[in-house]
């Protein structure tokens, strides 16, 4: 499992628009996530190129996403 830390995009409001909410939830509470876990970016700058991070991915559009 991947440890997810503050700032990076397993905890960010717009990762995880395509993965089932009581996973997200999980992952966001856990702070864990599956090392080959992908999803789109959804932060309006990002979402034209349809950027795929992962959950330890980051970048300097991080808002924190209620848990």
Not at 16 to 31: A, D, F, N, T
Not at 37 to 48: I, Q, V
Not at 55 to 62: Q, R, T
Request: with cysteine; hydrophobic share 30%; proline share 9%.
């Amino acid at each position: 499992m991947l440890q997810i830390q503050d700032g990076q995009c397993g905890l960010c409001k717009h990762f995880g628009s395509h993965q089932e909410q009581p996973k997200l939830l999980q992952i966001r509470v856990s702070r864990e996530a599956p090392p080959d876990l992908t999803d789109e970016c959804g932060h309006p700058r990002n979402e034209p190129i349809n950027l795929v991070v992962t959950p330890i991915s980051g970048c300097e559009g991080f808002e924190a996403a209620a848990a």
